[in-house]
DNA sequence: CGACACGTTGAGATATATCAAACGTGGTGG
DNA sequence: CCACCACGTTTGATATATCTCAACGTGTCG
């Protein structure tokens, strides 16, 4: 089922089986897509909604020149222009970070969805509404963080989130994107992202290698990015929140 | 009509007159807040939004050292916590910054309006994916922008949004915040934005005295803030994108 | 008049960027 | 099988933006 991991574990918007197998009946067809690949360029009009199914995403702006801000990165499960049904057009471009599986559904598949199932408006709505929570996560990350602490935020963020789709032991994860990649998330330099990566691991706080995440010391994690996993409104044993 | 702001001049999702009056009477009462008060405070349970009339507000979430980061800044015709409809609480605080005057809809009201005019669910919608919008566009403006770039972006976004519901000119506005605000929602300190502040002033760029912003280069201000206001979905004149 | 919030300025510390180069590694073609 | 190339990682030296701490100025309001 593609849809499996849609809305998973999330408080107050978890998907009834029949919700979930409308939705998935909705899925006018499944591609795979290479990695690095622009799929969607901001103004272009769109009449389809892309749910992620295997692998990472992103979305992104660029500056004057050409380097690329990250302003959202997703994970299977994720709609990632789900926004588009109501907006119409995008205001950024959606791109792949590495090789993925997407499923598309046709804004007529929503129409007709909200129509025969009312509850689902407000669902859908919850999901873009999440998105936007993990926004401000990251206003807060880059805003209030140093280096150490955005990487620290971003690598708790995402270990929490793989973890509400079954894609994580809570210590453990694959994240098949390069230090550049992190560089643009966190708004520093590959080079700066490289020295800080050192520093945690020579710390034992956490390693990166080779596409691998592990955690040593998820308590010193946790606080470095004064992590809160509040705003993901999960409903499981969540990492627990850095105690500040 | 205390709704009378509320998504002006936004592309594909004007209300109708009719939307627009069902809204009004939805508003279960108005109130005038003082400047500098929280009154929405992270994971509370809410059954009813706020609409902005006047004066200006914030969202904002606490570092470990109880330095403020400003996700969201407010102005008249804004929803300020219309996404605690779907998501019932909030993951962040909301403040005023100045005196305020506030409509208050309770979710019950939405429910109602909702039932009957099908098409306002997209539209309110749409309006939590415009703040979505924006925080792109500040991740952007923190990862990518120096400390002039952001204030001039904000200054920039600032008009445009004030320009959109009547209340900047498209050149002169009135701001009553602080430059401390102004370094929350930068991520800088006050004495930085102070000094930046007095250089775009010095190189006739803009000007901030007495809460009163003025531009007086309008495609300097633009391209020092590499500000491109599609973002915002308007369909007035907006402020021209800067070229780059 | 005094208190207080806000704005302004200076000197010095520090985090991060920039530029440059070397290193590893997996894939590709000869 | 080796040589090579592209890409990502790592390291070093230096430059620079921004922060920090501290003090002083200025306007407003009780």
New binding site residues.
């Given amino acids: 089922m593609f849809t499996d991991r849609f809305l998973r574990h999330r408080r107050g918007a978890v998907l009834t089986a029949e919700e979930r197998s409308v939705l998935e009946a909705g899925v006018a067809h499944v591609s795979s897509v290479p990695a690095r690949e622009t799929i969607i360029c901001a103004g272009e009009a769109l009449s389809q909604s892309t749910l992620l199914v295997e692998g990472y995403m992103c979305r992104y702006l660029d500056d004057r020149r050409g380097l690329r801000q990250l302003v959202g990165f997703h994970v299977p499960g994720d709609f990632v222009d789900l926004h588009a049904y109501p907006l119409q057009s995008l205001d950024h471009d959606v791109a792949t970070l590495t090789e993925a599986t997407i499923a598309t559904v046709p804004h007529a598949a929503f129409d007709a969805i909200i129509e025969d199932h009312p509850g689902m408006a407000r669902k859908l709505w919850y999901s873009t509404l999440l998105d936007a929570a993990i926004y401000r996560a990251w206003l807060f990350r880059l805003g209030r963080l140093?280096?150490?602490g955005r990487i620290a935020h971003f690598l708790c963020e995402t270990n929490a989130r793989l973890q509400a789709v079954g894609l994580s032991d809570g210590r453990r994860f694959t994240l098949g994107i390069?230090?550049?990649d992190l560089a643009e998330i966190c708004?520093?330099?590959?080079?700066?992202v490289?020295?800080v990566?050192?520093s945690l691991r020579e710390e034992g706080v956490v390693s990166f290698?080779s596409s691998v995440v592990e955690i040593h010391d998820m308590a010193r994690l946790l606080r470095h990015g004064e992590f809160n996993p509040n705003y993901l409104y999960l409903d499981m044993d969540a990492p627990p929140a850095s105690s500040y």
Same sequence: chains 1, 2.
């Fill in positions: 140093d280096a150490g390069t230090q550049t708004g520093l330099t590959a080079v700066h490289n020295r990566m050192r290698r």
